[in-house]
């Protein structure tokens, strides 16, 4: 057996919109979920390149074929590409949490619950190789694992394809212990997106303007501010007042999370709902939204109330726990899980 | 978080039980991709339906075919065929499909190792679609992966007809379905009727159509088809008339029954249309037991939503596999000594 020096634990977080890592030597990153590869020899020459990540794909992705290989939820299937595309976004994570030489690399993928649920071999067969025993967990059963919210919780899981809801019941979560709906991040955009078209017409902008306008400013309820961003109108950069689209769009969240998390609710043993409806957690990037844990606690009062709390770090909160499995899991599970 | 109310030692047992789940899952994650070829990696013809009786005879073992116990209303004693090595290896497959005979399935047993899907529609051809933009083929391509999904971690053989967006006529379906030599075959669409206020599901299998309006289902799934008009009678011709077509009936049975139970409970205005046999294309080709799956009414606002919730999706995808489990415990091997009454000559 490997003595720890020889060992690299990693947590992964693959998400639809970002993966993060974190690593047992302390390094942690962050890139968005793009994987390209150059369309041709001149755009090779060009990018300098055979295959670029995140940010530097999303960038150049006119040269590039782009790939998101998690798009809502799942491991696109029918596309070699796609499954390419998860493979070498793993290899590129685990790459940035720098292996020494002959370190042997046990990690712990967190997958949107939904990929785990519809395409399990097939996202197994797709990662296989990229690290020298590989386990595969639903995100948000990681989250929990990470902050030890293991009893009486329920964790919303609000990504980019999907919003995973899973309770925690003492025990390693089941069907019945979790939901996933397609109302999530990416959908939110669809909505944006329409409402600021039909708004300023005139307006150029992209799906990854309309991504990154709701990261910095998405809300429910009441506005604290204004929300202004800028946009091209006839090449003149323009600013714009998107304010009631992005209430509309994020408040699209609103009712089909508030219905899941009460029909989840009541399922849990009667003696246990209260406490399931005091430990409320909200991870993934949708917790960010300004208002929805103060919406969601306002569906909860309906039913002798509750407390919903975004998670802290919700970036990183999935691969911490991912991180927090991999340590925890015996060596001998280790080898069972090699190849 | 936990260790508020509870002692580092019980947490640490807890986290531990918890991990084994998540370890037991990955290991038998990777176990079930050996597992399934241990079990079912088979010589390709060994899949068909007809050719497993040969193949048994081709061993030296003694086969028992029950002729046209159907025809006889199964008031007589089934006659019984013995058939030897020398007479199996001489006999044309294609002689088989010239005298169609029902096999009593329970003679023997005939093990289902690979289940076939086919999500209806695909690419150019969305299928039925609902005010809100939820279109069939997608509808059906997401049931057939959580279909697949259970099927697998039962450990059957899962083959699709698509597993992506892309057109498919019905012939390229059924060559598919026939060239993976599959056991069963299930094609999942979803429907759309007039009437806007029917919750509805349904199921077909191979037959005559039961009145006008299955005649109509029949036309509009049958577009499309590849098939021509000739082709049409030729695959009737050919269609392995009594084993198979029971065989699909009592499918369809279990997987309407367990359908429509398993929905109810989600969608307490569902109404059963029940089994229904009509001559649909996909169903007439295919050479192993097979059915059509109506899954939900598009046309249905309210159906229409509930199909737009994966948990309903998962729900309509569990109550099939739950049909299919149903259909395969069913079919218990038959007695050894049952086929010896009836033996005539060795």
């Not at chain 1, 060992?7 to 992964?12: A, D, F, Q, R, S």
Request: with cysteine.
């Amino acid at each position: 057996m490997a003595g720890k020096k020889d060992l690299l634990h990693v947590g992964i977080d693959l998400g639809t919109s970002r993966s993060a890592i974190t690593a047992s030597n302390g390094s942690r990153h962050v890139v968005e979920s793009y994987v390209g590869w150059p369309v041709d020899m001149v755009a090779r020459k060009v990018v300098k390149k055979p295959i670029l990540f995140g940010r530097e794909a999303l960038e150049n992705r006119p040269m590039l074929d782009l790939h998101r290989p998690l798009e809502r939820g799942l491991i696109k299937e029918g596309s070699e590409k796609d499954e390419a595309a998860v493979r070498e976004l793993l290899r590129h994570l685990i790459s940035l949490a720098a292996p020494t030489e002959g370190q042997k690399v046990q990690a712990v993928v967190g997958v949107p619950a939904e990929a785990l649920r519809v395409s399990r071999q097939n996202l197994r067969t797709a990662v296989k190789g990229v690290a020298d025993a590989l386990m595969i967990v639903s995100e948000p059963f990681a989250v929990a694992y990470g902050l030890d919210a293991l009893l009486h919780t329920m964790i919303i899981d609000i990504g980019a394809g999907t919003t995973d809801f899973c309770v925690m019941n003492g025990r390693y979560p089941t069907e019945e212990d979790q939901r996933t709906l397609t109302n999530a991040g990416d959908a939110v955009d669809d909505q944006l997106m329409m409402l600021v078209k039909a708004r300023h017409p005139e307006a150029r902008f992209s799906i990854h303007m309309i991504r990154e306008w709701k990261e910095a400013n998405g809300f429910v309820g009441e506005p604290g501010a204004p929300v202004h961003v800028t946009a091209p109108v006839s090449g003149k950069p323009t600013l714009l007042d998107i304010t009631s689209e992005m209430r509309k769009a994020c408040e699209t969240l609103v009712a089909p999370l508030s219905e899941t998390m009460l029909d989840l609710l009541s399922r849990v043993e009667p003696e246990y709902q209260e406490r399931v409806r005091r430990n409320v957690l909200l991870a993934g990037g949708g917790s960010q939204i300004r208002g929805l844990s103060a919406a969601l606690e306002k569906a909860l009062a309906n039913v002798g109330g509750g407390s919903v709390r975004p998670i802290e770090d919700p970036v990183f909160a999935g691969a911490i726990g991912g991180l927090a499995i991999a340590l925890d899991a015996p060596g001998e599970d280790w080898e069972q899980l090699a190849g | 978080m936990l260790s508020e109310s509870f002692g580092m030692s019980e947490l640490e047992k807890l986290k531990k039980e918890i991990l084994r789940g998540a370890i037991r899952e990955n290991v038998e994650l990777l176990d079930d991709r050996a597992y399934i070829e241990r079990r079912f990696w088979r010589p390709r013809w060994q899949w068909r339906w007809p050719a497993r009786a040969l193949t048994a005879a081709a061993a030296g073992v003694v086969v028992f075919l029950s002729v046209n116990a159907i025809s006889t209303g199964g008031a007589e004693k089934p006659e019984v065929l013995v058939v030897t090595p020398g007479t199996a290896a001489q006999a044309p497959l294609a002689g088989l499909h010239q005298a169609p005979r029902a096999i009593a399935p329970t003679l023997f047993r005939l093990e289902v190792g690979k289940v076939v899907l086919d999500p209806g529609h695909g690419g150019a051809d969305p299928g039925a679609s609902a005010a809100s933009g939820l279109v069939e083929k997608e509808v059906t391509l997401d049931v057939a992966r959580r279909l697949r999904a259970l099927l697998e971690e039962a450990r059957f053989q899962v083959g699709m007809t698509r597993a992506d967006d892309r057109a498919l006529a019905l012939r390229e379906r059924v060559a598919m379905a026939n060239a993976e030599h599959a056991d069963l075959f299930v094609s999942i669409h979803v429907n759309s009727i007039p009437q806007k206020e029917a919750r509805a599901v349904e199921t077909y299998f191979l037959g005559a159509a039961d009145g006008p309006q299955i005649a109509e289902v029949a036309r509009i799934e049958n577009q499309g088809s590849g098939y021509s008009l000739s082709d049409f009678r030729q695959l009737l011709d050919g269609v392995y008339a009594g084993v198979r077509q029971e065989e699909s009936r009592r499918l369809a049975g279990e997987v309407q029954k367990s359908l429509f139970s398993g929905l109810h409970e989600a969608n307490r205005e569902l109404y059963d249309r029940g089994v229904k046999s009509a001559p649909l294309a996909v169903l007439i080709g295919t050479e192993m037991p097979g059915i059509l799956v109506e899954v939900s009414c598009v046309s249905n606002e309210a159906e229409a939503r509930l199909l737009a919730r994966t948990d309903y999706r998962q729900r309509i995808a569990a109550s099939i596999f739950q049909g299919l489990r149903s259909y395969m415990d069913s079919r218990e091997p038959a007695p050894r000594t049952a086929g010896r009454k009836t033996e005539k000559g060795s």
